[in-house]
């Protein structure tokens, strides 16, 4: 059976993420640094993609347990809101320390424990808040342009060690947290995805097939406002 490392997988993206790749037949070992409840399919790991030692360690132990994975999405992320007024250092550390560097370690990990007869995907995720900035986050958006720019950056050194690597940027997903934050799932912007929607993407883009060739590419996942219900059905 295929493995697939998600990282991030106590909450949000990465849960479902976790059941999604499950549901399509992978053996998912799930890492974040928060205690994950079960999930069928699913092996936890308990760790902090910002500790290089840590990171290493735990691929290694998946490999050994499962075997050598041929998928890693790093869904892991934090987006506490900052501006240029109220930024500081702590808040600068911690978002480019688990956005780019918890990305960075994750790659390099995934990259030391794949079989190289394998075909491998790694799919980083950044937002589109990385391509256009959002104005009351301006850290976060910077550190998801990083993790835009390091998807290039590492993919043709992954390409020789039979690792394509592609990037998604989407737009509002209405995970748990979002909602929260927003106030409730009623104050979201209309062309917010389901969680489900990103997952599906991300397994069609570990596929072979028409996108085999894509590499280095960050695609931008944002349902069109077009297409919600309520502006097609008038
Ligand atoms: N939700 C959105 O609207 C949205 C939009 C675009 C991009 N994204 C990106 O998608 C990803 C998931 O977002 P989400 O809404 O599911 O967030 P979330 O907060 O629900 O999940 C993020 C997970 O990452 C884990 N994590 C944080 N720091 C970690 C660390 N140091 N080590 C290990 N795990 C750590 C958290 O414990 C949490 O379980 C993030 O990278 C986010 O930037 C989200």
């Known amino acids: 059976m295929s493995v697939a490392v998600i990282t991030g997988a106590a909450s949000g993206l990465g849960r479902v993420l976790a059941s999604e790749f499950v549901?399509?037949?992978?053996?998912?070992?799930?890492?974040?640094?928060?205690?994950?409840?079960?999930?069928?399919?699913?092996?936890?790991w308990k760790v902090d993609l910002t500790d290089?030692?840590?990171?290493?360690?735990?691929?290694?132990?998946?490999?050994?347990?499962?075997g050598a994975p041929t998928v890693c999405v790093t869904a892991a992320g934090i987006y506490p809101r900052s501006t240029l007024v109220d930024a500081t250092v702590e808040t600068y550390r911690a978002i480019f320390d688990v956005n780019v560097l918890g990305t960075l370690l994750s790659a390099q990990a995934f990259?030391?424990?794949?079989?190289?007869?394998?075909?491998?995907?790694?799919?980083?995720?950044?937002?589109?808040?990385?391509?256009?900035p959002f104005s009351k986050s301006v850290l976060y958006s910077a550190s998801k342009a990083a993790v835009i720019n390091l998807t290039s950056g590492i993919a043709e050194e992954l390409a020789g060690r039979a690792i394509r690597v592609v990037g998604i940027a989407p737009g509002y997903i209405a995970t748990d947290r979002v909602i929260e934050l927003n106030g409730g799932r009623h104050n979201l912007p209309v062309d917010a995805s389901d969680p489900t929607e990103i997952a599906q993407a991300c397994i069609g883009l570990t596929r072979g097939g028409g996108i085999s060739l894509l590499t280095g590419q960050t695609v931008t996942l944002r349902r069109s406002a077009l297409e919600t219900p309520s502006l097609s059905n008038d």
């Open 23 to 44: 549901k399509a037949g992978y053996q998912v070992a799930g890492l974040d640094i928060q205690d994950q409840a079960p999930l069928h399919g699913v092996t936890a």
């Open 52 to 66: 290089s030692d840590a990171v290493r360690t735990t691929f290694a132990e998946v490999r050994a347990m499962l």
């Open 111 to 132: 990259a030391d424990v794949v079989d190289e007869l394998a075909q491998n995907t790694l799919v980083t995720v950044s937002s589109v808040d990385g391509i256009s």
